[in-house]
């Protein structure tokens, strides 16, 4: 008879499929992938990407969203979960109605603009997405630019990010990270309701960044499905997304190449290469 085999944690991507491979679905299954989790996806929209800009959004029926919900917690299950770029109200409300019905440990990355400057979430969403599934999150992990935003301020390179990550839990999120790589200071700031964290980041400029925050919100929803405290599953994100920028892949593309979880230019130097 053959022994069992130790089935790895069970992580769920509810994002959009960026076609250059960088950011998005892609870059969330790489993330469960290098942490040792089975990835699953439910895809809610696709979108025409490379490393320069989002030329465009294909939205799928909210119905779809909920047929491969359906599908995953059916069969496989989830020991954790994470939502990216939504893109629209009804997509949050389909998302949010299913995960009301069947909660699980959730990082709501509050996707609202690509690097490029391309506007991913649209402002019907906006309201939705605080009002529907920030409750149901764990942790909500919104960069700079986002947490100001989405706080109803003016981004500033400054902002005050223990201020923000209050506004935010105020707004219903019971934790918050609000992340580091943008702004004058390099720190994660962690608020959980009751305490502040400060976790330092290293930065390592700005050639290979495509996919970082997807990168990091993916991480941290990993290390929960292992059984991590929120801290703890904090503090690894920040350094698995820190290393993947300066690992980044800055030959790919002709703008900001993409992060690397895997580190496969090392992996290529050192004559590493896959089976024919």
Request: proline content about 5%.
């Amino acid at each position: 008879m053959l022994a069992s085999v130790p089935v790895p944690p069970r992580c769920l991507t509810i994002a959009t499929s960026d076609s250059g491979g960088g950011a998005g679905i892609q870059a969330d299954l790489k993330a469960f992938a290098s942490l040792g989790c089975h990835g699953t996806s439910a895809v809610v929209a696709l979108t025409a990407q490379n490393t320069l800009a989002v030329t465009g959004v294909h939205e799928a029926p909210p119905e779809f969203t909920r047929a491969q919900l359906d599908a995953i917690f059916d069969d496989i299950g989830v020991d954790a979960a994470k939502t990216g770029m939504l893109f629209s109200a009804r997509i949050v409300e389909a998302v949010s109605d299913f995960l009301t019905e069947r909660p699980v440990p959730l990082v709501v990355d509050p996707v609202m603009v690509a690097a490029s400057g391309a506007k991913l979430l649209r402002d019907d969403a906006v309201s939705a997405l605080v009002g529907e599934l920030f409750p149901l999150a764990t942790v909500v992990t919104p960069n700079l630019h986002e947490a100001c935003a989405l706080a109803g301020r003016s981004y500033s390179e400054d902002a005050d990010r223990l201020e923000l990550a209050e506004a935010l839990h105020e707004l219903g999120a019971p934790a918050v990270v609000v992340t580091g790589g943008h702004g004058a200071e390099a720190v994660d700031w962690l608020f959980d309701g009751e305490r502040h964290v400060p976790i330092p980041v290293e930065r390592h400029g700005e050639a290979a960044t495509h996919g970082a925050g997807c990168t990091h919100s993916a991480a941290l929803a990993a290390l929960l499905a292992w059984g991590e405290t929120l801290e703890d599953a904090a503090r690894g994100a920040a350094t698995i997304a820190s290393e993947s920028v300066r690992n980044g892949l800055t030959g790919i593309g002709g703008g900001s190449g993409p992060v690397d979880v895997f580190h496969l230019e090392a992996r290529g130097a050192r004559g590493v290469r896959a089976p024919r």
